[in-house]
């Protein structure tokens, strides 16, 4: 359907004239067909969700400064994302932002704290320590926080600054959407190249990974 | 903060009053420690406190380091203040690599609860006398005193392709 461009004042007009009952037979119709989405039960309920995401008030250390407290200040401003509503109990949350690096004494209590949250739920891994122990590879931090619990969605920094927090989010309203972006990989032809670290559990890299490692070994120490 | 005279000087005063208590001095970069017979350290610590004239009635630190190659392998450090003359004193006492023990001075300076409790908690000294020497830190359950020199540091190993291949294993 073509929808025709007005400005704010023509649409503002319309509007009054439907209110009015003026607007009759075919203009009635063609403000209707303009006005109306029609969309599936699910995706008007995800849309729903994505834009109205209580998040937990919750920090573990200097990324809490970036995350939960900047993320709604003036300047930054979440609520524009429609996130402003930060919960203080886990049951009327769905979503966790870990900021900071989760030791091994706190881990139980991060995992019980999610396990309480209501479904449909998310985990934000924000910051290198939590996604991978950061600069803390020693006996007090777990290792990356999607060891003990499921993680959404995975912010780079040390710490990420506060846009960098609002752009994930987005990334996961989208995601919570069902059209997830593409990442780089995807959209420049790089799937296998990823980089892993040896040893751990699921470590495996992909064939092609491999191929490329064993590539790039030979080239280099050549 | 007694310098390298006054230290000696203390010590003779020590001796006097318990002999064979104090074991050897230390003064390096104007600070000024008394190794201590470990069995001896309450009487040390009370004579320093209760003394007239002496007056270090105040703990500002306890802690252990870890001399891993060297016998005897832990130190326990207490470093007093004087709060009049705004002196410091560390005590040191070394303790064995094998089940290494020494007496409590929470009666002494109650702020010494908690900070036995690390103690204990990451090198695994055991004070005696404490009122409730358990784990302050650490989970209850966890295994080993991971501030020990030969304990692991834990971790896992993180090796990138390109950094591997460039700068070797």
Known sequence: MEVERRSFQGRQAAARDMLRGDLE????????????????????????????????????????????????????????FGAEALRASPRQA??????????????????RLYDQMLEPKWAISMG???????????????????????????IPGCPP?????????????????????????????????????????????????????????????? | MPDGPGLELLRGEIDADAPG?????????????????????IDVLTWLRDTPGQGYRFLSSLHVADYLPAEPRFGVHYELLNRERVERLRVKAMLPAESPQIDSCVELFPTADFQEREAFDFFGIVFHGHPELTRILLPEDYVGYPQRRDFPVGGEPVTFTYSEARYGE
């Open chain 1, 25 to 80: 037979g075919a203009d009635l119709e063609k403000y209707v067909e303009e006005r109306v989405v029609t969309t599936t039960f699910e995706k008007m309920l995800n849309l729903a969700r994505a834009n109205s995401i209580f998040p937990l008030t919750f920090g573990l250390a200097c990324c809490a400064i970036e995350a939960p407290i900047s993320i709604v200040t003036a300047r930054y401003d979440l609520a524009r």
């Open chain 1, 94 to 111: 769905d979503l966790i932002i870990l900021s900071g690096r989760v030791s091994i004494k706190m881990a139980p209590v991060v995992r």
């Open chain 1, 128 to 154: 290198a320590c939590s996604s991978s122990g950061g600069m803390f590879a020693n006996y007090a931090v777990v290792q990356g926080a999607d060891k003990f619990m499921p993680i959404d969605l995975h």
């Open chain 1, 161 to 222: 600054r506060p846009e960098a927090v609002m752009y994930g989010f987005n990334k996961l309203q989208r995601k919570i959407i069902g059209n997830p972006d593409q990442g780089w990989r995807q959209r420049y032809d790089a799937v296998g190249t990823e980089e892993w670290a040896r040893g751990g559990p699921a470590s495996q890299p992909s064939p092609e990974a491999a191929e490329a490692y064993e590539l790039a070994r030979e080239l280099t120490l050549a």
């Open chain 2, 21 to 41: 208590a104090v074991l050897a001095t230390s003064y390096e970069r104007e600070r000024a420690a008394l190794i201590v017979d470990a069995e001896r350290i």
